[in-house]
């Protein structure tokens, strides 16, 4: 999905949820200029794995550790052996991984039995940055929006990101704190104007992740 919508977050939500460890697998870390090495290292990090189940296991932006394209041997052997794992492993382990292009992993991947499902997270809805909104004031400013105020955030801040909204309301509050100045619905009015989102930011780019998201992928959330 897009990037700055909340797709790290939902692996930590769901070991909250769950009341399990989570643990995040960095495959990129396993690779080794020494032969062999590279799959001793695999080896061990599914062997932890199944030491420590149950628990949640999250591969964060798995498109950079396992992308199309590696052309060394090694890096196919890691690939087959984690494919295997994915099928085969019958540890009490939620795998979760997330991406911003899923283009560029290799089709084999996607195989029932390996992903059981495939969801996109899209840029938040008007009533998603409402609440958006909502959340980061209460955690970051000393000030109380009204309906109407956060009505016209959510509008201001059509086509922005969770962290494009995240980081607008947090620069008023470190304003509170650094500079003693009042937070105030005009500052943040302020801040939401000048802030460039990231479908201005990305247009191209998300628009393409969106129309592979509608065709090959379920919502995240209850945007049709």
Not at 3 to 21: D, F, I, N, Q
Request: charged letters at 30%; a negative charge; hydrophobic letters at 40%.
């Amino acid at each position: 999905g897009v990037p700055g919508c909340g797709k790290s977050l939902t692996a930590r939500l769901v070991a909250c949820e769950w009341h399990l460890p989570l643990y995040r697998f960095d495959i990129g870390a396993v690779f080794s200029g020494s032969a062999g090495e590279s799959e001793a290292n695999l080896r061990r990090a599914l062997d932890y794995i199944g030491s420590v189940s149950p628990c949640i296991v999250w591969i964060d932006e798995i498109e950079k550790e396992l992308a199309a394209g590696h052309d060394n041997e090694a890096a196919k052997r890691i690939l087959g052996a984690f494919l295997f794992w994915l099928q085969e492993n019958a540890h009490r382990m939620f795998l979760i991984a997330t991406a911003n292009d899923l283009t560029k992993l290799p089709p084999e991947l996607f195989r029932k039995g390996r992903f059981d499902e495939v969801f996109f997270v899209d840029l938040p809805t008007e009533s998603e940055r409402k609440e958006a909104i909502n959340l980061f004031s209460k955690l970051s400013l000393t000030m109380r929006l009204t309906e109407e105020e956060v009505d016209a955030l959510a509008k201001i801040s059509d086509g922005f990101s969770y962290a494009d909204i995240e980081w607008a309301i947090k620069t008023v509050a470190e304003e509170e704190y650094t500079l003693g100045m009042c937070g105030s619905y005009t500052r943040l009015d302020s801040v939401f104007q000048r802030t460039v989102g990231a479908l201005s930011r990305n247009r191209e780019y998300i628009e393409t992740i969106r129309k592979w998201g509608k065709d090959s992928a379920a919502p995240a959330s209850g945007r049709k």
